[in-house]
């Protein structure tokens, strides 16, 4: 029987009504995987593959067959938006066949949620968060909910293995299931899997099924693919905004499809960039991504004053995880309407697999930090029969004139270059980032399992915990650690019949609508200098690292997480990467494959007019630095770089490593650090010496404790706060920090350099 026979009638009429002259490999895949096995399933397509009626066609089908008696399929997606929009694809299709498809989030009506309690069927749309109220307020009526539940679906796998997030998804199912006394197979969706043995494990953990992963095609896809350099200026006035007078502060560039090179006609105040953007997203309907909510706000309202200073309507939309639900929704209304041609500004928030109708290019403005995002950012065009297109503009201020390295590498650039290469030519995506000591959620699943399951005795409490597939690695020894701190703060206290039930203090944050997500909301916090204000910056560093606000270097002195308060003075120095984002966990093989994009001397198709120039000035200065043969290059005197090409948290354990290991010994001073690239310093000692001394000490065992600043408490991730110092220091140390990653490295660079090797 073929897969179009066995599908149930009314899902063959919806097949002829969309009028699909045969089905995609990737449904016939997923069918006979789905009908044919009691496996788990990851389906790995490009987006807009059809890999979400892939999923469901078999499993209605088999709902028609053998109704469940309640829920009988979870959908889960990582966006309210991606679960709006899949709820009118899913409804279309299943009204026939009388299949309720439930949503449930935050903004659905309660009237809405009241009737699928009262008859619990069909197919069930949630995100983590809902799952995790569900949980806590609805505990009693998971068996009812639940009782007959046989498929899970998780969309988005990828955006759901880098992070806490997806540790509270596998714990949230684990709880369920356990609750109402089912194992469901688990179906995975994802247009972005590298290697996808580590998302079978992360999709099979804890049901005790192997996960199938279908072989497919692999069409050929043609790219259209840009990128381009341009040269950004300070204002002015310095510390002032830039205002636009008269004319754009943008070069005259044509309007059609060609990729015209900038002209130098721009005043000095421009950012060109902006400019090119503001012209080439003219008459179309586009994406420009970025990579904070910040420069969000900033790129859109530059972009705004364009159209002001043109006289033009405003044709520019924003969208992030920070406005209003209907500021969101309106975008997303005018990007899926056929007739408007406007342009959306956004963040990662637009990068996942909402269908926004016929977009004709997405702009990347600088790096995206990984190879994943890359591609989920390029896969939002090329729908309806038109190839992906991504114009990249990448942005920095210029150097000196006889400027030498590092400053003479323009770093985003390179990076972008690296990050498209890696994909082409060796197909790599990041594999998963899951904490093997993630005490942050420890703290949250403990006390959502106390507020919903009521008073346990600490061995029920552990054993509930504990055994959670994500919680793995956390010893009982932990887990005591944890309750005796929760204990005398107040968030967990003991009954007279000596079990334990949530505290005051605990139920303040338990109550919170803000507790049912494990992510860091975007709060701000006041920066001031003395008696002077900055402004206002997200999640700050701790103390002893930098950030930039106000057109300067400030060194973090203290964080007052209570007052949401950063006191600091100013420096000189550049700004490192992000700290502590999980989007910015820039991979060793990316920065690996920097070098390489340095020391190379192939061209690059897509590298435009100024590109080119701007990549070929760089790797002159590559050159006669001899980069290509040492990680050490002397800058002048006593002064030096490193480049040890280490990806974002082995860099940040190198760099404690040289302070606190061997800063004497080498007679380091002035360390100024530009994660993940390269560290600046003076020292005393000789080239071959710091090797030698550098080498003898990675050979001695490196305790990640150890590493770890004196009075340092490095709150990291959303409910650190709440944890005893100790366990903050150990998650930091053995969670964040990538010790062995960068031990391994240095070592092999240390014996080539004393070995006279070449070094890449």
């Not at 279908?214 to 006035?237: A, C, D, I």
């Not at 943008?250 to 421009?270: F, I």
């Not at 420009?288 to 004053?305: D, G, H």
């Not at 709060?523 to 930039?548: C, D, M």
Request: charged share 25%; net charge negative.
């Amino acid at each position: 029987m073929s897969t179009f026979d066995r599908y149930a009638p009314f899902i063959q009429d919806y097949i002829y009504q969309n009028g699909w002259e045969n089905l995609r490999a990737v449904q016939a895949a997923a069918a006979d995987v789905i009908f044919n096995t009691d496996d788990n399933l990851l389906l790995t397509a490009s987006t807009a593959s059809g890999k979400t009626e892939a999923a469901f066609f078999p499993i209605l089908t088999l709902f028609t067959e053998d109704m469940p008696t309640s829920v009988g399929a979870i959908y889960i997606g990582p966006l309210k938006a991606l679960i709006n929009d899949q709820f009118s694809r899913l409804n279309d299709l299943c009204r026939e066949a009388d299949i309720p498809v439930w949503h449930w989030h935050g903004d659905v009506s309660a009237s809405h949620k009241n009737k699928m309690m009262k008859h619990p069927s069909g197919i069930l749309q949630i995100t983590p968060e809902s799952l995790e109220a569900m949980l806590l307020h609805r505990h009693s009526a998971i068996g009812k909910l639940f009782g007959d539940l046989r498929f899970i679906v998780i969309d988005e796998l990828h955006s759901l293995m880098r992070g806490d997030r997806g540790g509270q998804t596998l714990c949230l199912i684990q709880r369920l299931c356990r609750l109402a006394g089912v194992n469901p197979r688990r179906i995975g969706l994802s247009a972005t899997i590298g290697d996808p043995r580590d998302a079978c494990e992360f999709l099979s953990a804890g049901t005790g099924r192997t996960t199938i992963v279908p072989r497919l095609p692999q069409g050929g896809v043609k790219w259209r693919l840009s990128m381009e350099h341009f040269y950004t200026y300070p204002p002015t006035n310095p510390g002032a905004p830039t205002k636009i007078h008269g004319q754009p502060p943008a070069p005259a560039l044509p309007t059609d499809d060609a990729l015209a090179p900038k002209t130098d006609t721009a005043p000095k105040e421009a950012d060109p960039g902006i400019g090119y953007i503001f012209e080439h997203t003219r008459g179309k309907k586009c994406l420009v991504f970025v990579n904070s909510r910040e420069e969000c706000e900033a790129v859109t309202t530059t972009l705004r004053q364009y159209c002001e200073a043109q006289h033009e309507p405003d044709r520019f939309l924003i969208h992030h995880g920070n406005l209003s639900e209907s500021y969101r929704e309106t975008a997303e209304a005018v990007m899926k309407d056929e007739e408007q041609f406007q342009t959306t500004v956004t963040t990662a928030t637009l990068e996942l697999g909402i269908d926004i109708g016929r977009l004709e290019r997405a702009f990347q403005i600088d790096a995206p930090f990984t190879v994943s995002s890359f591609l989920q950012r390029m896969g939002r065009t090329g729908r309806r029969e038109l190839p992906p297109e991504m114009w990249f503009v990448m942005r920095e201020e210029p150097p000196e004139p006889r400027a030498l390295l590092p400053v003479a590498i323009p770093w985003k650039l390179i990076q972008g270059i690296a990050l498209v290469q890696l994909y082409l030519e060796e197909r790599w995506v990041e594999p998963p980032k899951l904490d093997a000591l993630p005490y942050s959620l420890l703290y949250h699943q403990t006390m959502s399992t106390l507020a919903s399951c009521g008073e346990m005795t600490p061995a029920e409490l552990a054993s509930r915990i504990l055994t959670l597939r994500y919680f793995q690695q956390v010893t009982q020894e932990d887990f005591k650690c944890l309750l005796r701190h929760l204990l005398e703060t107040g968030h967990i206290q003991r009954t007279e019949a000596g079990g334990l039930i949530v505290g005051l203090a605990g139920e303040r944050v338990v109550n919170n609508y803000k507790f049912y997500a494990v992510f860091q909301e975007n709060e701000e916090y006041t920066v001031r200098a003395g008696s002077e204000e900055l402004g206002t910056i997200v999640k700050p560093p701790p103390a002893g690292e930098k950030i930039a606000i106000a057109g300067h270097v400030w060194l973090v002195d203290e964080v007052d997480y209570k007052r949401h308060m950063v006191y600091c003075e100013q420096i000189k120095g550049k700004v490192p990467a992000y700290f502590g984002e999980v989007p910015g966990d820039i991979h060793t093989k990316i920065l690996e494959r920097m070098l390489g994009v340095l020391c190379e001397e192939k061209s690059y198709p897509y590298l435009m007019k100024n590109g080119e120039a701007r990549l070929a000035e760089a790797r002159t200065a590559a050159k006669n630095a001899g980069l290509a043969g040492k990680n050490l290059i002397c800058l002048g005197g006593n002064m030096y770089c490193l480049f040890p090409w280490l990806g974002t948290y082995a860099f940040l354990a190198l760099e404690r490593f040289l302070k606190l290991r061997c800063g004497k010994r080498l007679g380091i001073k002035g360390l100024d650090v530009s994660r993940p690239y390269f560290i600046q310093f003076v020292m005393t000692v000789s080239e071959r010496t710091f090797w030698e001394i550098l080498a003898e000490e990675l050979r001695t065992p490196i305790d990640p404790m150890s590493l770890v600043y004196p009075g340092e408490v490095p709150l990291f991730d959303k409910y650190d706060e709440y944890l005893p110092e100790e366990l903050v220091k150990k998650g930091f140390a053995y969670g964040v920090l990538d010790v062995d990653g960068m031990r391994e490295k240095m070592l092999r660079l240390c014996e080539r350099a004393l070995s006279g090797a070449t070094e890449a």
